[in-house]
T-cell receptor
Framework: DAGVIQSPRHEVTEMGQEVTLRCKPI?????LFWYRQTMMRGLELLIY????????DSGMPEDRFSAKMPNASFSTLKIQPSEPRDSAVYFC????????????FGPGTRLTVT | AQKITQTQPGMFVQEKEAVTLDCTYD???????LFWYKQPSSGEMIFLIY??????QNATEGRYSLNFQKARKSANLVISASQLGDSAMYFC??????????????FGKGTLLTVNP
């Protein structure tokens, strides 16, 4: 079975540009999570969805960040406009309902904003 | 206050020996879960082991075991018979319910384990 799929794996962009990160969760999983990992702040939960509905977006740093989940098999995290401090590895993870303890992470997208 | 504290930025262990990675947590919830994840140099996050706050026995998964001491609020990871492939960053995390959301997973800063041959 395919795991969580993220694209792109690496993204280099210039400050001010729009960046869109994509995630395909494991089929059948009803929870989807977006995390950001930096050296300074470690791994932070940005937002999570249950059955395509955003449940908690309190971790989203500011209005420049937005996330959507139009259907059960696809989610996006958008940064507009991007800033150098957004440089990080962004992980998407999914889990199946009651088995919340076992989140499956994607390989991550390494974002560099110059 | 930090919810998850991993006091060991780095640990070294000899191959085939056991190693304990420390984790303490802070929550006022009665129902919570504790996790350990492994992140090798390739970057992916790999789930290792889970302990629920109401679980009577310590969780075990192969060479991994979780030394759960509820009164002390600690959830240390024990890796037995270390292998070179165990060299990685290890993260302790806690799921609890905070504020208005019904779920929150908070990660510690991690411990970098190096297994020496």
């Amino acid at each position: 079975d395919a795991g969580v799929i993220q694209s792109p794996r690496h993204e280099v962009t210039e400050m001010g540009q729009e960046v869109t990160l994509r995630c395909k969760p494991i089929s059948g999983h009803d929870y989807l999570f977006w995390y950001r990992q930096t050296m300074m702040r470690g791994l932070e939960l940005l937002i999570y969805f249950n059955n395509n509905v955003p449940i908690d977006d309190s971790g989203m740093p500011e209005d420049r960040f937005s996330a959507k989940m139009p259907n059960a098999s696809f989610s996006t995290l958008k940064i507009q406009p991007s800033e150098p401090r957004d440089s990080a590895v962004y992980f998407c993870a999914s889990s199946l309902g009651l088995a919340l303890y076992e989140q499956y992470f994607g390989p991550g997208t390494r974002l560099t904003v110059t | 206050a930090q919810k998850i504290t991993q006091t060991q930025p780095g640990m070294f262990v000899q191959e085939k020996e056991a190693v304990t990675l420390d984790c303490t947590y802070d929550t006022s919830d009665q129902s919570y879960g504790l996790f350990w994840y492994k992140q090798p140099s390739s970057g992916e996050m790999i789930f290792l082991i889970y302990q629920g706050s109401y679980d009577e026995q310590n969780a075990t998964e192969g060479r991994y075991s979780l030394n759960f001491q509820k009164a002390r609020k600690s959830a240390n990871l024990v890796i037995s018979a270390s292998q070179l492939g165990d060299s990685a960053m290890y993260f302790c995390a806690m799921r609890d319910w905070s504020g208005g959301s019904n779920y929150k997973l908070t990660f510690g800063k991690g411990t970098l384990l190096t297994v020496n041959p």
